[in-house]
């Protein structure tokens, strides 16, 4: 059975299970909604991808935030419009803005278009109110969702056996969201290293 | 560094290292990709690229071997180049802007040859500039025959309708017979009227005493008709100086007329500039639509309406930071063109440059200035200025200098009229603007030549027209011919002007001229004898008329002697003289008439 279109639902399951502390789970949604707000096709956008995959933020929250976001970001996009505007028009500091557009690679980011900036300063204004709602609710509803990974057989089933097994197996102290190192079993090549996050 | 994941990092640090070196190594190829796509969505032929490099670090592009195929002539090249390298500004590409601050194109070529076919058969081609040749040069087809051959049915006309004396000629054969006409009814009248008086003396004498007064009233007729008789005589004898004088006035308008045939005969008047255009306007038409069609073509390029740069999903609005100067996405500031080529075996170099070449024109504010020169066999200087900056697009083209050689040429119809034209070299100078879509400007053309000669159908070439024609139309060195254009590239208007028209129609205007002089002895023959023919008939009529009218007058006087001895009854009958001016009785031998001269 193809099992490619579980991938994301795999993934985040696991960060929500068996893999990610809070943090991790908790910044990949705040980078993923400002990543999903901005538009694409531009230099901002593929900056802020970088910084999503670069970091130790779960990429599948990240990315599943990005798609969730995106489609509130065309909701979104009048007020950024307005809000982008009120900067970008600013009088006092249109030579500022000038200066920066003529700085090389600029003019790739999009930052004089009303949209992008509007929504890239709504996204850094959400992005910590975002990442501390998603931190409580990480702490909140972590556990109980690992329990019913573990307690039932499709759950396991579309998280994986790999990670259903790390669940089973309690690598994770859920209680602090870190590993405990004692209670891994798995050996070191395959490559499930523990580690302190 | 704690915070890096290294793990994710490090290969994808490695995958856009090989990502930059499959750009150094496939950009190349999607450049020459686009380039051929691009050129020929643009012009509507093929084009062909062969190698080409770009280079990221150096930002400069390297073309070689581009050839733009002739969309009108698929089996030859608009313009082919060996190299073309374009210097692309480092800080341009940054600012997503394509600058390129020095190009050169070597190896330039126009209408090369090709050796496959450049044609795209989903685009259309431009229409070819015929189409203001129109039917003048079917109007003038057969003008100089018909001229020449009516010039005698003309002359005849122009002297049965202009010359006084044969319309008096006329006009005395048309009345004076018609005067005699009325004469005769009147002695016919008289001659009636006497038979019948006869009549009734013959019956009133059967019984004199009981008709006396039908005697009587025959006696009075009998004067009447006496005096009557008299009167018409005299008239009769008036006639004769009315003709003599009629006569005399015809031939002092004969004379007139003498005179003015001597001093010429004013002939139809042909339009210079209807000869100057059945000769060249087919030849003119086809080197000025060459113009204007390689007009088209620059035009082409540089596009008439800028095209914009868009968001590119149209999401919120781009803002231009004021002091922040918006410039073009592409532009060359400036392009070296070096060009060879051959005319009729002749090498010639072309050196060129364009300055300010850029898809949005009205951003960089100032024209595309093109300047080209030729050396060689082929010399000229052509500048022109495209300037898009304003609403409305204006362009300039100045053409100076002798264009390719010119091979022998024929003007006109040879099957009807026609002058032949030696190759040489043609000087044109071409000042031709466009605003928007309207076309105005002059273009001047000097062709130079070791005369001209004459070819016309069988029956002009035998006659002293052709021979004329020939003799001046042989020194002709030089034909000018000026064009004021107008009206649009598609519907382009010429108004031209020639030396060539005047020239032809002075040497027509000699020939015609030397033909009515070597006529005009005969015209005056012909005259003479016409009036000379015509008086005749008069006289002749006249003389005609007069014998007969002599002979009933006879008659009638015979009648009325009669009448008189008859209704007297004596041996003495009295005689009436014709030519007296009341009725009398005279001798009866005496009779005379004074009719006869």
């Known amino acids: 059975m193809p099992t490619w279109f579980l991938q994301p639902v795999r993934l985040v399951a696991t960060a929500l299970a068996a893999h990610a502390s809070c943090r991790q789970l908790a910044w990949g949604v705040a980078l993923g909604m400002l990543l999903g707000l901005v538009p694409k096709g531009n230099l901002t956008a593929l900056l802020l991808a970088w910084l999503l995959f670069s970091s130790q933020a779960n990429l599948g929250l990240g990315l599943a935030s990005a798609c969730a976001f995106s489609w509130a970001g065309l909701l979104l996009d009048p007020l950024a419009h307005r809000l982008g505007w009120q900067i970008l028009s600013h009088q006092p500091l249109q030579p500022a803005f000038a200066w920066c557009y003529e700085l090389p690679l600029v003019a790739w980011c999009d930052l004089n278009n009303t949209v992008v900036v509007g929504q890239l300063v709504l996204g850094l204004y959400a992005l910590y109110p975002v990442y501390w709602v998603s931190r409580q609710a990480a702490d909140r509803w972590r556990e109980p969702l690992a329990d019913w990974i573990r307690k039932h057989a499709v759950a396991r089933a579309l998280v994986g056996v790999p990670s259903a097994s790390r669940v089973e197996l309690g690598e994770f102290d859920t209680a602090d969201s870190k590993l405990n190192p004692a209670h891994s079993v798995l050996p070191r090549t395959s490559g499930f290293e523990p580690r302190n996050v | 560094m704690r915070s890096i994941r290294w793990s994710y990092v490090g290969p994808r640090l490695v995958a856009i290292a090989l990502v930059v070196a499959g750009l150094h190594y496939g950009l190349p190829p999607l450049l020459r990709w686009s380039l051929i796509e691009s050129g020929q969505a643009l012009v509507g032929a093929r084009v062909e690229v062969g190698d080409v490099d770009f280079s990221p670090l150096r930002t400069s592009l390297d073309i070689r071997d581009i050839a733009v195929a002739d969309p009108d002539d698929p089996w030859s090249n608009l313009v082919a180049a060996e190299r073309v390298v374009l210097e692309i500004e480092p800080g341009s590409l940054a600012r997503r802007r394509v600058v390129v601050r020095r190009g050169s194109v070597r190896g330039l070529q126009f209408d090369s040859s090709r050796t496959t076919s450049g044609e795209l058969p989903e685009f259309d081609r431009l229409a070819p500039l015929g189409r203001f040749v129109d039917s003048a040069a079917d109007r003038g087809k057969d003008w100089l025959a018909a001229y020449w051959f009516n010039l005698s049915s003309k002359l005849e006309e122009h002297v049965r309708h202009e010359f006084r004396s044969i319309r008096l000629a006329e006009e005395l054969a048309t009345r004076w017979p018609r005067v005699y006409e009325k004469y005769d009814a009147q002695v016919q009248d008289l001659l009636a009227r006497g038979r019948e008086t006869e009549a009734r003396i013959r019956a009133a004498r ?47 308008a004969w004379e007139a007329d003498r005179q003015k045939l001597a001093e010429g005969i004013s002939l139809d008047a042909v339009d210079a500039r209807a000869v100057s255009d059945y000769l060249l306007q087919e030849e003119v038409a086809g080197r000025v639509g060459t113009v204007l069609r390689w007009v088209e073509r620059v035009r082409m390029l540089v596009p008439l309406v800028p095209t914009a740069r868009e968001p590119v999903r149209g999401r919120g609005l781009n803002v231009l930071f004021a002091g922040l100067r918006q410039q073009p996405d592409y532009l060359v500031r400036s392009l070296e063109l070096h060009g060879q080529g051959r005319s009729e075996g002749q090498p010639f170099t072309l050196r060129g440059t364009v300055i300010g070449l850029s898809t949005q024109p009205a951003l960089y504010g100032r024209p595309t200035i093109a300047k080209i020169v030729s050396r060689g066999s082929v010399n000229f200087d052509i500048e022109a200025a495209l300037d898009r900056t304003g609403d409305v697009p204006i362009d300039r083209f100045v053409v100076d200098g002798p264009l390719v050689a010119r091979p022998s040429v024929e003007l006109g119809r040879p099957d009807s009229f026609a002058v032949a ?111 000379d023919g015509r008086l005749s008939e008069v006289e002749q009529t006249v003389a005609d008329q007069r014998r007969q009218l002599e002979h009933r007058l006879s008659e009638q006087q015979t009648t009325l002697i009669r009448l008189a001895a008859d209704t007297f009854g004596l041996g003495n009958r009295p005689t009436i003289r014709l030519g007296s001016s009341n009725s009398g009785v005279d001798q009866p031998d005496s009779r005379e008439s004074t009719f006869h001269r």
């Open chain 2, 421 to 531: 034209i030696e190759g040489g070299r043609d000087e044109v100078h071409a000042d031709l603007q466009l605003t928007a879509t309207e076309l105005s400007g002059s273009v001047t053309l000097t062709m130079r030549a070791e005369g001209l000669q004459v070819r016309c159908d069988r029956a002009l070439a035998a006659t002293r027209l052709a021979e004329v024609l020939s003799a001046s139309l042989n020194d002709i060195r030089k034909v000018e011919t000026t064009l004021q254009i107008d009206g649009t590239l598609d519907e382009p208007r010429l108004r031209m002007e020639s030396t060539l028209g005047g020239q032809v129609l002075a040497a027509v205007r000699s020939a015609a001229a030397e033909e009515v002089a070597a006529r005009r002895q005969e015209l005056e023959l012909a005259l003479k004898r016409q009036v």
């Open chain 2, 206 to 252: 059967e019984n004199p005493l009981r008709n006396l007064t039908a005697l009587r009233e025959a006696t009075q007729e009998i004067e009447r008709l006496n005096q009557e008789l008299g009167k018409l005589v005299e008239e009769l004898e008036g006639l004769e100086p009315q003709l003599a004088g009629d006569r005399d006035a015809v031939w002092a």
